[in-house]
């Protein structure tokens, strides 16, 4: 794949004449001409089904995306990600998350070792621990249940557990108490302890290296809290475990290698929910809930491996993407649940995506002459509809939509959930078929003046997925599908989606600046202009 470039590919210059040729046309003829277009374009996968018939595509369209696909390799390339190739390249590692929530009893091979057993023994340890925490078995180091659990991590060390236990709150233990603190801004930590008790309270400090500044400046922080009403050093045994890959640091930072909880370098960050990462939730909603969840995905893996590209959930869903971004000039994306349990599924898809395929530079090195990863943004409807959702019907800009729905919800209550979805429905026909200077004329009653304030143009794109409930198992498979959904994308555009260089300057800079703002002296400053006026201005502040 390395020597190929989609812009090259027939196939790519096909779509571009496609484009060309259907770009003008309207969704509401599309579904006029075509009585089963709805059926056309739905599919069910893992619990989930997506109707994706309200897209500006024609069967020609889907039928070009998927030979683009055939032409970028990408059966291959599933399969490579699946059997444990280095397709981490930039990295030298295997991209294996998918290991994490493999039931198939199936060995998985990295560098000639199955790597299930390991998988396996360390969802044991989890399990166990969960437990001991849930049923009052762990005990803090002056005798009393724990009550409080605090994850400490940042990026996919808190995005995933974080956004997950929201989605699952449900069905978490309402008796613990369950935080999350990620900010290198006090504050946070802060907030997240002022009122919970050291002797009942466990952290879990979450970072895959362990190094990363944020984490360790927090840890350090608990660790002091926690010592100031403890007094003595053993009792950072029974208040802190460790989740990490990095067994020496955690030893150093003072927590017991018993207490850590291991994952692996073949497990990305934002990739790694279903790994020990995960041990907050589990510990929310306990093993049971935490196996269901890991069959959801799992589920969603298998459609993925296994299903032809015009009946696979997450290939649809990425070459729509494709589409868009590639071809009608989209810059975002928006998802849209309609679950307020789900408001931090967007933050959660912003690092997935963008940190996945926010790249310029192909596999080859070269820069990229085609656009790659889009802008995530989104919020729960209906808050969103009072908010941002002006802009998606009547802006300038073209933004395709997501729009999560349930049957029902765990928590909410026939009345009240069908006004929630009478706005979902409503949502997306209002963007695929708008309101005409005809309709709003026929309508009578509004001034000519204000008539083209009023008329909604219509044909704007969205997909509609729907499951039953919001169970553990469904958001398994929900997460699975927008991680598969990236993946082709980054074949598609020929870069590597699983490395993160772009965030490394900013970290070294840092590391630069921070002595620089602590030294008692004035050292000389040796930035840009602007960088030492306001660096200038932050010290006489702080010091004045
Ligand atoms: O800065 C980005 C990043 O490397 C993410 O990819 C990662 O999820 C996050 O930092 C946290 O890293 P760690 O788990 O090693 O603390």
Known sequence: MKNVTPIGLKEWTALEALYEQEQALHLRDLFRLDY?????????????????????????TMEKLFALA??????????DMFSGQPINETEGRPVLHVALRNMSGDPIM?????????????????????????????RGYSGMPIRNVVNIGI?????????????LKPYTDRNLVVRFVSNVDESDFREQTWDLNPAETLFIVASKTFTTEETMANAGLARAWSLEALRDEKSIARHFVAVSTNAKAVAEFGID?????EFWEWVGG???????????????????RFMEMLGGFHSMDCHFASEPFDRNMPVILAMLGIWYNNFFGAQSYAVLPYSQNLASFPAYLQQLDMESNGKSVDKRGAKTAWQTGPVVWGAPGTNGQHAFYQLIHQGTKLIPADFIGFHRLPMSGVAQHDKLMANFFAQTEALAFGLTLADLSAGGGVSEYVMPHRV?????????????????AVFGALI???????????????IFSFDQWGVQLGKLLAKKILPELQSEKDVELRHDSSTNNLMTAYRRARRP
């Open 36 to 60: 089963s277009r709805a059926d056309r374009f739905t599919l069910q996968a893992a619990g989930l089904c997506l109707d994706y018939s309200k897209n500006r595509i024609s069967m020609e």
């Open 70 to 79: 055939k032409a970028c390799k990408l059966r291959q390339a599933i399969a």
């Open 257 to 261: 290698p018993a207490n850590m909880f």
């Open 110 to 138: 990295v560098n000639n070792c199955d790597v299930m057993p390991e998988v396996q023994a360390v969802l044991a340890k989890m399990k166990l621990f969960a437990v001991d925490i849930r049923d009052g078995t762990w």
């Open 456 to 472: 909604f143009e219509g044909n704007r794109p969205s997909n509609t997925i729907v499951a039953d409930n919001l169970t553990p």
């Open 155 to 167: 990026g996919g060390s808190h995005l995933g557990p974080a956004m997950a236990y929201d989605a």
């Open 270 to 288: 934002r990739y790694s929910l279903c790994s020990a990462i995960g041990l907050p939730l589990m510990v929310a909603i306990g093993p049971e």
């Open 480 to 494: 699975a599908l927008y991680e598969h959904k990236v993946f082709v994308q980054g074949v598609i555009w020929n």
